[in-house]
């Protein structure tokens, strides 16, 4: 599961770029409980979102031309420099940086060769997220790609974690650790795109889970706010209750009500 520990190549950071950050401010706040602090006068409207005083995600307007709502998800580097040259080795794009972010750390975005775009966050004074994995903040990131095998043999070069695929449903899922880790420290997973993207033509993308206790009143209340729903709510064993959504500007995000672990 994801922990604030922030081994390389984990999770560390995840943000919103929308058109509208008004709009997606009381959409968030209304779904999550998230309340939202602006980053500054000089942060160019980005701001963070908030759960009990702690940082669980962030948001900023659109900033690369042709951009659509999306999440982001950052992963940890110890040196974004190099996971820029390591990432344009093995055949991917970068998209910008690397760059410092005053004196909370350095960052760069980059697509990988199926088309999804990720980013990394190297730490300065800003390790990352403040809470994970409980009620209202990020607890899985998940690749959906055009092309799985390609996507692992490129992160395997670029982050070097480590690989287990299982059996799920008709398919194959890979679950993702970093490097010394086991499956109790499992950050997230890659699978083949499903059914609905395929049906609307959509590319690779990496999709963020947000834990909630109740799956269907969070997707119902995602729909009254003017969101959306992206395939059935999926009920499965040992691993939880889960549904994709989308805001009212279409970034794609998933709910889940995770099976406890020892169940």
Request: net charge negative; hydrophobic share 35%.
């Amino acid at each position: 599961m994801l922990t604030t520990d922030f081994a390389p190549g984990a999770p560390n950071w995840i943000d919103l770029g929308s058109p509208d950050t008004d709009a997606a401010q009381q959409f968030y706040s209304r779904l999550f409980g998230w309340t939202f602090t602006s980053a500054g006068p000089n942060s160019g409207g980005y701001g963070f979102f908030r759960l009990g005083g702690q940082t669980v995600a962030a948001l900023g307007p659109l900033t690369e031309e042709g951009a659509t709502a999306a999440w982001t998800v950052y992963f940890r580097t110890e040196d974004a420099d190099q996971t820029a040259k390591l990432v344009s080795q093995a055949g991917g794009v970068v998209r910008f940086g690397p760059f410092d972010v005053f004196t909370s750390g350095r960052m760069a975005g980059f697509t990988d060769p199926t088309g999804a775009a990720f980013a990394v966050w190297q730490p300065g004074t800003t390790r990352g997220l403040d809470a994970v994995t409980s009620t209202g903040t990020l607890c899985w990131t998940e690749l959906h790609s055009s092309d799985p095998e390609q996507a692992k043999e490129f992160y395997r070069k670029v982050f070097n974690w480590l690989e287990q695929d299982v059996p799920f449903g008709d398919f194959t899922y890979t679950v993702i650790t970093p490097t010394g880790g086991g499956l109790d420290a499992s950050q997230g997973g890659i699978a083949t795109l499903i059914p609905v993207d395929k049906a609307v033509h959509t590319g690779s993308y990496w999709l963020p889970y947000f834990e909630v206790t109740d799956v269907e009143a969070t997707r119902a209340k995602a729909v009254e706010l003017g969101g959306g729903q992206r395939g059935e709510v999926i009920d499965e064993p040992g691993v939880g209750r889960f549904v994709q959504l989308t805001d009212p500007h279409g970034a794609v995000f998933s709910v889940i009500t995770s099976t406890p672990p020892d169940n």
